[in-house]
């Protein structure tokens, strides 16, 4: 079952406005896939021709805007509509004609069907597939045969798979069936059509498995592996199925191999012929090369299930490049959820060196294999004669079949190596098509000679950035230990993690107040203050102050350094005294690590609850004069007349929500709220803070997906120990992915520091 997605298209010119498309022929939507293991949701549209392509949510809803074929802009305006943000003309012709068109599934509403379309050619697939078992036939038996996948059933066959090989080792005779195979060669006729119907039955096991789960499969066909001979099944509608649906699936094929051992050891015991005895064995040895994940066997579908990830082989070529040190990682990586992303690099890097290998000692030993292959197939050319002289044609035939075993797998080693061989070919020339004229084409006349000056000095010769040298792991240990003769480059998370200070001190022309805040109390927005304003100043070395500005007594100065005498009570009350920057520092605390500097709330909160929009203004407009960035750790109350003042000065929100559907509901309420009373340009530009309650928890995929539409970026802050006692917080005592999420929600805070400066 071959999976194309919508990913890399070539670009088209969008066609002008009053378009219109409809969808092409035979269109089946199959639904979002169960399990992904993409962070964002994936949907699967199957073609007239039977191939599947999976689309994103976007895609996907404008697929089934585009009928009835109507207006682009009312098609633009559904889609806006269904997906929450706005899709303009321009951008819906852009999809529609880079995108789906190539694809075979959207189609100018005046044109006649597509006769051909992009499909799926990966290398190691099935290819020349003809239909064995139509599919409404497979799908009769797989109702009847469904029910064997009850699991008390499954669990008792595997336990009588088990005390069946015991029998089969302790009672059969194996040499003794060896030994009756050469004494009649024929026999291997029997084993072969005994092992040819298994195989069949295997794959209605995975027709049957796939309707257990309420999927409806396809037919059953054959084709060529490479050059070899094999059988399929199509359930590609296993996909709208959960994991554990689609693994069942994968594994029912050896389930109904398990029930055929079953009958041949019972059959075996009733008759001690060492035909059945032979072929139960080998039916065996064939199950366990199912489990084999590193071509498309049951066993490599399993694995791309359980990392809901469809075609493994296709996350090749970006995981490769994505490993290369001091290169970006492939947006196909990064598409990745991050426990389906480790999984599909641990797959690949122990994949591709063994196919390497592979391919490295097939071409080593091919001369070889020629050489002994000739020889065997002289061998039985001689048989053959010798049968053809008797006219014993059961050894003819054998003498044929052994023939061909010969010849398949030398066939199959040079047809590997000529498809490896045209798509490196492919690839340089596309290579050298993608690159300048001028960069391979030598000039023909020569350059002026240059005059020598100070001139050349530039801001690049004077100020060349340095080779990036690693501080962390296994690359640091090399580059310190071979006397920084040996760079292997910073790590992938290390280049990330760099990129995102490297955002996060962008300069700030005046000063910037972030408002941090959140409807419900308990959700660590002061931790996340407190945490955000010290990244902040420690890797900015700007002036950074956070104002406690909760009227119920806050306790966000206590988290910084021990408690101060002097509040904003007070700052307000000396407004007038307070000229230098060094008469206002006698009013705040400052972290000893960070260089962080709080102003604490008044203890008591009823002068907290008194102060009011004006106060806050007037006490913005004195830190606007001393510090570059000025977080304000808000309290609960949004509709209390000091919040609603703090929005109307905030530059930027950050929106602090606990990591689950009621929280996720009063973050949006808040949201709402701020839409609806004019600071919609605040919710654009929002940074929600996903903060964890407890070990493990992440936001719900709705949730997520929700705030993802609506605010610029969404960051998931995990559990630390170091942050649970609420007093003095060490920031040192972070763990690295605590503090890698600060620096992520820093840089994406920093972000609108640009898209300010530019306004």
């Known amino acids: 079952m071959d999976l194309t997605t919508a990913e890399h298209m070539t670009t088209a010119p969008p066609p002008a406005t009053g378009q219109r498309w409809r ?291 296709a996350r090749v070529g970006p995981v490769m490049r994505s490993l290369r040190p001091g290169h970006p990682v492939d947006p196909r990586v990064t598409e990745l959820r991050p426990r389906s992303r480790r999984f599909v690099t641990g797959w690949v890097v122990v994949v591709v060196p063994l196919l390497v290998g592979a391919f490295a000692w097939a071409i080593w030993y091919l001369p070889e294999f020629v050489e002994r292959g000739r020889d065997g197939v002289r061998l039985q050319q001689l048989v053959f004669d010798l049968a053809w002289e008797r006219r014993d044609w059961a050894v003819m035939a054998l003498a044929v079949v052994s023939i061909a075993l010969l010849l398949l797998p030398i066939l199959g080693v040079v047809l590997a190596l000529w498809r490896v061989a045209v798509s490196l070919v492919l690839l340089v020339r596309s290579r050298l098509a993608a690159r300048p004229p001028e960069a391979y084409e030598p000039s023909v006349v020569p350059d002026p000679p240059r005059v020598v000056s100070a001139a050349d000095f530039t801001d690049e010769v004077m100020y060349a950035a340095p080779v990036p040298v690693p501080t962390q792991g296994w690359r640091s240990a090399v580059y310190r230990g071979s006397g920084h003769v040996l760079n292997p480059g910073p790590s992938l998370p290390e280049q990330r993690r760099r990129e995102l200070e490297h955002r996060l001190r962008t300069p700030i022309d005046g000063s910037r107040r972030v408002v941090v805040m959140s409807r419900k109390g308990g959700v660590g927005k002061t931790t996340i203050t407190l945490a955000l304003g010290s990244t902040f100043a420690l890797l900015r070395g700007d002036r950074v102050i956070a104002v406690d500005a909760n009227p119920d007594a806050g306790n966000l100065a206590h988290r910084v350094a021990p408690p101060h005498d002097r509040t904003v009570t007070d700052v307000l009350r000396d407004l007038d005294l307070i000229t230098t920057y060094a008469a206002l520092r006698r009013y705040t605390s400052q972290g000893l690590e960070s260089r962080l500097e709080v102003l604490a709330s008044d203890d008591d909160p009823g002068i907290g609850l008194a102060l009011a929009r004006d106060d806050y203004h007037r006490l913005i407009g004195l830190l606007d004069r001393f510090y570059n960035l000025i977080l304000l750790d808000t309290g609960t109350g949004i509709l209390d007349s000091a919040n609603q003042g703090l929005l109307t000065e905030a530059d930027q929100v950050v929106l602090v929500v606990r990591a689950g559907l009621d929280g996720g509901r009063a973050g949006a309420l808040t949201l709402d709220w701020m839409d609806q009373h004019g600071f919609d340009d605040l919710v654009a530009r929002t940074v929600v803070v996903v903060n964890a309650e407890r070990r493990g928890s992440e936001p719900p995929e709705p949730m997520r997906r929700h705030f993802e539409k609506r605010c610029a970026r969404v960051v998931t802050v995990p559990w630390d120990d170091a942050l649970e006692p609420g007093a003095l917080t060490d920031m040192s005592a972070l763990h690295r992915r605590t503090r890698d999420a600060l620096v992520d929600i820093a840089a994406a805070v920093a972000d609108n520091f640009v898209v300010e400066d530019q306004a």
């Open 23 to 313: 969808q092409a022929r035979g269109l089946e939507f199959l639904g979002p896939v169960q399990g992904s293991g993409l962070k964002d949701p994936a949907f699967l549209v199957r073609r007239v021709d039977d191939q599947v392509v999976q689309l994103s949510e976007l895609l996907h809803l404008v697929v089934r805007a585009v009928e009835p074929p109507r207006p682009a802009e009312q098609v633009a305006d559904d889609v806006s509509a269904a997906y929450g943000r706005t899709l303009s003309v321009d951008g819906l012709a852009h999809l529609v004609t880079t995108r789906l068109e190539p694809l075979g599934l959207v189609i100018p509403d005046e044109s006649p069907e597509p006769t051909r379309s992009v499909r799926a050619r990966p290398l190691l697939a099935l290819t020349a597939k003809g239909t064995l078992v139509p599919a409404r036939i497979v799908d009769k038996l797989a109702r009847v045969l469904a029910p064997v996948f009850w699991p008390p059933l499954v669990a008792l066959v595997l336990a009588a798979l088990v005390v069946a090989d015991v029998v089969l080792v302790m009672r059969g005779d194996i040499w003794a069936a060896i030994g009756e195979l050469f004494a009649t060669p024929t026999i291997a006729l029997l084993i072969y059509g005994m092992l040819t119907t298994a195989a069949v039955v295997h794959e209605l096991g995975h027709a049957a498995a796939c309707r257990y789960g309420g999927a409806t499969p396809g037919e059953i066909g054959f084709g060529l592996y490479l050059v070899f001979p094999a059988f399929y099944t199509d359930v590609t509608d296993s996909y709208r199925l959960g994991r554990v649906g689609r693994v069942r699936t994968d594994l029912g094929g050896l389930h109904f191999n398990a029930l055929t051992v079953l009958v041949l050891a019972a059959a075996y015991v009733s008759t001690g012929s060492g035909v059945l005895l032979l072929t139960a064995l080998v039916l065996q040895f064939q199950m366990l090369q199912q489990l084999i994940p590193v071509v498309r066997f049951d066993g490599y579908y399993v694995l791309s299930d359980l990392a809901g990830v469809p075609d493994l082989f």
